[in-house]
């Protein structure tokens, strides 16, 4: 017998309210992996302290979530490369006595819109300019999304969204503002959600979005997953557009946090599973 479990986790304030520990431990149940995720509650002033207690103990790796996700960066050894251009990480992995920085936050929406289209060569309007958007551009100008439109309230956060995929990939990038209802343009392919309206409990509030404007053609992506049928991917059905949740977002971090850490490809279907399951 082993009696040594290897250990993974996530470190955040506040830590109770975060699910990702339920999808995680389903999967290592699923897939027979005696391991264990262990939700940290940890301020900032102890960041340092927190990363280097799982460094001596061994720890395999664990997420960072707010508000550790730049802050940490200082705490590792090296950086993965879009965590690197997005600037913020979020899940970290122990290499040999390395611990290197990953961002999954945009890895993980990647994958779960490609369970409908494949962003290379695509035209996208992407709502939000916080942590979250910025990790998304990022990942779909790596994945060969070609024109970004940048469309956010605050003009500077936009702007240096566009700025960054401008200067750091290879596609074409532009900031557009948000005064009033914004109508999406006929020629794009997929309009991704990824502002904090709509989240829990907030759940009747709307993105000022021109539902209008929105066409059968267009993809319509969403990164609140709690509701994961929001109003806005409800009125885009409504509309005749395909659409991805942003439970798909989540749970695929999830697969993508459980391959660098164990190797395993964890089944996304038990962990949404356990998500849904917990009613929230
Ligand atoms: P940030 O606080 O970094 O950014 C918030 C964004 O929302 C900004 O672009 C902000 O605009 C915009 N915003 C907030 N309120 C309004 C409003 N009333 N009207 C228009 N725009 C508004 O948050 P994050 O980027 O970290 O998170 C954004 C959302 O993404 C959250 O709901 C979070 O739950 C979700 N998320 C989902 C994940 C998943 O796995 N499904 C993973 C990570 C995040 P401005 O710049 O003008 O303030």
Known sequence: MNFLLPLTGSFAQPAGENPTVAMIEAAFAHHGLDWRYINVEVAPEDLGDAVRGARAMGWRGFNCSIPHKVAVIEHLDGLGQSAEIIGAVNTIVRRGDRLIGENTDGRGFVAALREVVDPRGKSIVLFGAGGAARAVAVEMALAGATRITVVNRSAARGQAVADLLNTRTAAQARYAPW??????????????????????????????????????????????????????????????????????????????????????????????????????
């Open 179 to 280: 005064t009033g209802p914004f109508s999406v343009p006929q020629d794009t392919d997929i309009v991704i959600h990824a502002t904090s309206v709509g989240l829990y409990p907030d759940v009747e509030a709307m993105p000022d979005i021109d539902i209008d404007s929105l066409t059968p053609g267009m993809v319509v992506a969403d990164g609140i997953h709690n509701p994961p049928r929001t109003r806005l991917l409800r009125a885009a059905q409504g509309r005749g557009c395909r659409t991805v949740d942003g439970l798909g977002m989540l749970v695929q971090q999830g697969v993508i946090g459980i391959k660098y850490w164990t190797g395993v490809d964890a089944d996304p279907q038990v962990m949404r599973q356990a998500l849904l399951d917990l009613d929230l």
